[in-house]
């Protein structure tokens, strides 16, 4: 599982409403996609929390994961995506990401937020990071790690820069720290 995520300088991945418009606002006058395209080549499975879901139906496009199991992680055992391909991933979500895991041919991208981010961290499911540092302050928003995160090590295996100011750190998880 690939945790692949953009955050601000100050270490936010969304304003305190979820707004990415300052990600999405980025200045890229020559299209630059910061890894994103590699990892979606990669991937055969996209997990997600209901706002992060709620967030890109927002953005007024395509559902952009046609074609990817994409799994909507949410405590609403009521709820159904409105997207092809969308799964909800709720009730014993350890044992139900197990079997989606075992299925994988590729990797598993978990897209965000933040609680389900540190709700993987924190069960040593997540294997590699890849954090797109933005070159932006927020102040405040809803932080990369939220909820108590458990310690953890990491070795950092590629940094990347673009003439965006975009910095991309790829870690994958220290077993032996």
Known sequence: MILYIATSLDGFIARPDGNLDWLTGL???DQLDHGY???LAQTSCIIMGHSTYQEILGFGI???YTGTETWVMTGNPDFKPAT???FALSGDIET???AIRLRQLKNIWLVGGGR???WFLNRDLIDEIIIAIIPCILGTGIRLFPDDPKESQWKLVKSESFSTGVVNLSY???MNP
């Open 27 to 29: 200045p890229n006058p």
């Open 37 to 39: 395209g590699d990892l």
């Open 62 to 64: 395509d559902w952009p």
């Open 84 to 86: 092809p391909d969308t």
């Open 96 to 98: 139900k990401f197990e």
């Open 116 to 118: 389900v981010v540190t």
């Open 172 to 174: 994958r998880r220290d």
